[in-house]
């Protein structure tokens, strides 16, 4: 643990005036700020040190108390805090307006669809001013590309399949300007949100996929590579390579034991383990397993069962009244 704070006082450059930051959320996830706290006072979460910064723009807290001050949303995952956001699949940031209000972050998904760079840009534009920190799953370890997903202003990015220590480095050399890593300066529309470098190196956020049984296996080293925030578990794709029938719903239950070593080394190191919840249920199951980076399921998965509730109430009571259909 003290490594870690070691590593943080560098890429959060000494921050001052550490307090206790306001734990104030929407209605819709006091349960889930219960929860964690529940966690914490019995001992289940690692403890994390926690502070503040004057000034911070864009980077979420909007449910935060009258007159507390904003976190970035690398300070509030080296903080221990228990975040939760939207994972917006259909690439709309129009969509993205209404589905992630009140969340902690979101995550755009540019690994599974076809979204072009001009509609990232979009996404990125709308979570700024939701004033929602947002994070790019890339679909490369590519290190210009991932550079060019983070000229769009993103919080961050998750980059998938990453299976050993030496992967992750390379990565986060392309996520960091010097003298921290090897990032090319010369984004005007980065530049516009937050004109430092320093500043870019105290906030931006780099999550490791672990997706296959080389990754479980290395997970300890990749996880304490300076610079790796936290790691986020492809339950789905580590089933498919260990050969485990599954679907996107039973796949954590099917690889439990080898998640739970992936969150175990992430609290050791003091990093944020997260997931993709797919169900409420599953949310309350995974805060409760020590995850802390969560995303709450995909917006067109949930358009998909509101419709779907929807249609089936609109039938029952059609059938009741026997009106053609």
Not at 96 to 122: C, F, K, P, R, S
Not at 259 to 266: E, G, M, T
Not at 306 to 312: G, I, P
Request: include cysteine; charge should be neutral.
């Amino acid at each position: 643990m003290g490594n870690y704070l070691e590593e943080t006082t560098v890429f959060l450059d000494a921050i001052e005036g550490r307090r206790e930051h306001a734990k104030t959320f929407a209605d819709d996830k006091r349960k889930v700020s219960t929860i964690c706290q529940l966690e914490a006072d019995r001992g289940d979460a690692t403890p994390h040190r926690r502070g503040h910064r004057q000034g911070c723009l864009d980077v979420g807290n909007h449910n935060l108390a009258r007159g507390a001050t904003r976190m970035y949303l690398k300070e509030r995952l080296a903080a221990g805090h228990c975040l939760v956001g939207a994972l917006i699949y259909s690439n709309s940031p129009e969509l993205m307006e209404y589905a992630a209000v009140g969340m902690d972050w979101i995550l755009w998904e540019a690994q599974h669809t076809h979204a072009d760079w001009q509609n990232i840009v979009h996404g990125v534009r709308a979570a700024h001013w939701m004033k929602v920190p947002i994070l790019v799953r890339t679909w490369t370890h590519d290190g210009g590309t991932i550079e060019r997903l983070l000229d769009t202003g993103a919080e961050g990015v998750i980059v998938p399949m990453v299976n050993t220590a030496k992967q992750a480095e390379e990565i986060v050399s392309h996520c960091y300007f010097p003298p921290l890593g090897n990032r090319s300066r010369g984004s005007a529309r980065m530049a516009r949100i937050e004109p430092d470098t320093d500043g870019w190196n105290r906030r931006t956020v780099t999550i490791m996929m672990i997706e296959t049984p080389e990754a479980v296996q290395n997970a300890e080293a990749i996880v304490m590579v300076p610079g790796v925030d936290g790691l986020l578990i492809g339950a789905w794709d580590l089933a498919l390579r260990l050969q485990k029938t599954s679907t996107a719903y039973t796949a954590h239950d099917s690889v439990k034991q080898e998640l739970d070593h992936v969150v175990s080394v992430c609290r050791k190191a003091g990093k944020a383990a997260g997931v993709i919840a797919l169900t409420p249920e599953a949310l309350t199951a995974r805060i409760r397993e020590g995850y802390r980076l969560i995303s709450a399921g995909a917006d067109v998965n949930h358009l998909a069962d509101t419709y779907r509730r929807m249609r089936e109430t609109a039938q029952e009571a059609i059938r009741a009244l026997e009106v053609p259909v």
